[in-house]
C-alpha cells in the first residue's frame, strides 16, 4: 500500500531564516505531488504541484519554492522566511493527473517568529 | 475557478443523532472528494464520488453531478466524529487543483 511521509512534524522559525519540508512518497511509482498550504482557519491552498522529476507548476506568486529531485520526493523551500508564511503545510499524492484520489500526509506545522 | 460552498459553517450534535453536510460546486467537476481533518490536522479521506452513492459504516455520501452538489450522512454520531469536514472538487477545466470548501466544524457531544 501506499504511505506519503512529511517533515518535520513541527518547526518553530525566525524571520528571515531558510526553509526546507521534505515530503516522501512510498508504494507508488510517477505520482503526482502537490503541496497545500493551510492557514488559521479552515481553507487550504495550492501552491505547487508537479507531475514529474523536476517539472513543476506554481499555482500562486509567493516567497516560496518547490522542488522534486527524485520520482516520490517533494521539497518545499524558502530562502527568507516572512511572519505570513506561517501555516499547516501539507504534502499530497496522486495516481492520475485531474481525475484520481488524492491522498494527503500528515502535515507540518510551521511557526515563523 | 470553481466555487465551492459548504453548509453549515458549525453543526453542534448530541451523541446518536443523525446530520447531513452539504456541498455546492458552482461547476463541472471531475473529482469530488469528503474529508475529514482530525484534531492532529491529519486529512482523512472519506469518499471520493464524483457521481453516485456511496456508503462506508456510518457514513454516506451522494454526488448529484448535473444538479451540482454533493452530501455527506453521518448516522448515530459519535465523539470520536468530531473534527472539520471539507469537501473538496476538482473542475472539469483544471489539470490539478482541488478547490477547497472552508469546511463544516462539527462537534459532537457526549
Known amino acids: 500500500s501506499q504511505t506519503i511521509h512529511q517533515w518535520p512534524a513541527t518547526l518553530v522559525q525566525p524571520v528571515g531564516s531558510p526553509l526546507s519540508l521534505e515530503c516522501t512518497v512510498e508504494?507508488?511509482?510517477?505520482?503526482?505531488l502537490y503541496w497545500y498550504r493551510q492557514a488559521a482557519g479552515r481553507g487550504l491552498q495550492l501552491l505547487f504541484y508537479s507531475v514529474g522529476i523536476g517539472q513543476i507548476s506554481s499555482e500562486v506568486p509567493q516567497n516560496l519554492s518547490a522542488s522534486r529531485p527524485q520520482d516520490r520526493q517533494f521539497i518545499l523551500s524558502s530562502k527568507k522566511l516572512l511572519l505570513s508564511d506561517s501555516g499547516f503545510y501539507l504534502c499530497?499524492?496522486?495516481?492520475?493527473?485531474?481525475?484520481?484520489?488524492?491522498?494527503f500526509g500528515p502535515g507540518t506545522r510551521l511557526t515563523v517568529t | 475557478g470553481i466555487q465551492v460552498e459548504q453548509s453549515p459553517p458549525d453543526l453542534i450534535l448530541q451523541e446518536g443523532a443523525n446530520s447531513t453536510l452539504r456541498c455546492n460546486f458552482s461547476?463541472?467537476?471531475?473529482?469530488l472528494q469528503w474529508f475529514h481533518q482530525n484534531p492532529w490536522g491529519q486529512l482523512i479521506n472519506l469518499f471520493y464520488?464524483?457521481?453516485g452513492t456511496k456508503q462506508n459504516g456510518r457514513l454516506s455520501a451522494t454526488t448529484v453531478a448535473t444538479e451540482r452538489y454533493s452530501l455527506l450522512y453521518i448516522s448515530s454520531s459519535q465523539t470520536t466524529d468530531s473534527g472539520v469536514y471539507f469537501c473538496a472538487a476538482l473542475y472539469s477545466g483544471s489539470a490539478r487543483q482541488l478547490t477547497f470548501g472552508s469546511g463544516t466544524q462539527l462537534t459532537v457531544l457526549p
Open positions: 499530497a499524492w496522486s495516481a492520475l493527473a485531474g481525475v484520481s484520489e488524492q491522498y
Open positions: 461547476d463541472s467537476v471531475n473529482n
Open positions: 508504494g507508488t511509482s510517477n505520482p503526482n
Open positions: 464520488i464524483p457521481s
